[in-house]
């Protein structure tokens, strides 16, 4: 079935450092991939989506590409903030068989960023 | 624009017992779905509603069972709830069955003792 695998985590950046968070996945046919992010106490928030190979989703700072040759979507903000200390989650929807409309995710990365 | 809500916010069972969870979608939303968030891991799909009906359910036991109304809410129902059933329960719902940007809701957490 589909899955999504997060490197391990998790992460302790400074202000205004680079951030990547890894993400690939095993998936059937052509899934749609998603980053959620979840802050402390609240539900999950959609960051950003990609719905085909080789699109590039953005939002607040962050981006993640497609890449079907290497089965991956992570995760990259140029300079984080306290802020953005949050769980991250990639996640795929797959049109295909018994994953049609639900999600898929990964572990869940911890970024803490500190001042 | 209201988004998803669900209530309670926090609930206490005991082993045993019976939990009901409810949920309203975004408005303009038909579709809801119900994931299983267990301490430090991502969330786990256990079913879709759309239409009223059971669409799609994920590895999870009988003992979870969900309704839809006419007017798109949704309730998630657990039956003999074991230490294990501890998780936040989050809705999604989605503009229609197999769109699949899904908006969360904040989650209900439950504690089974």
């Known amino acids: 079935g589909d899955s999504v695998t997060q490197m391990e985590g998790p992460v302790t950046l400074s202000e205004e450092a680079f951030l990547t968070i890894n993400c690939t996945y095993t998936a059937t046919g052509y899934p749609s991939l998603f980053w959620y992010v979840q802050y402390p106490g609240e539900g999950l928030q959609l960051l950003l989506k990609a719905t085909k190979a080789d699109d590039k989703g953005s939002n607040k700072g962050f981006e993640a590409t497609y890449r079907k040759e290497t089965t991956s979507f992570h995760l990259e903000k140029g300079s984080v903030q306290v802020s953005d200390s949050a769980v991250y989650f990639c996640a795929l929807s797959n049109a295909g068989g018994t994953s049609y409309g639900k999600l898929t995710f990964g572990q869940g990365t911890i970024l803490t960023v500190h001042p | 624009d209201a988004g998803v809500t669900q209530s309670p916010t926090h609930l206490i069972k005991t082993r045993g017992q019976q939990v009901t969870l409810r949920c309203s979608p975004k408005?303009?939303?038909?579709?809801v779905s119900w994931y299983q968030q267990a301490l430090g891991q991502g969330p786990q799909f256990i079913f879709q509603?759309?239409?009223?009906?059971?669409?799609q359910r994920g590895n999870f036991p009988d003992r979870f069972s969900g309704h839809q109304f006419p007017n798109y809410s949704s309730e998630l129902n657990v039956n003999a709830l074991l230490l294990g059933d501890s998780a936040l329960y989050l809705c999604a719902s989605s503009l229609e069955w197999g769109v699949y940007e899904q908006f969360f809701g904040p989650g209900t957490r439950l504690t089974v003792l």
């Open positions: 509603y759309y239409e009223e009906e059971e669409r």
């Open positions: 408005s303009g939303h038909d579709t």
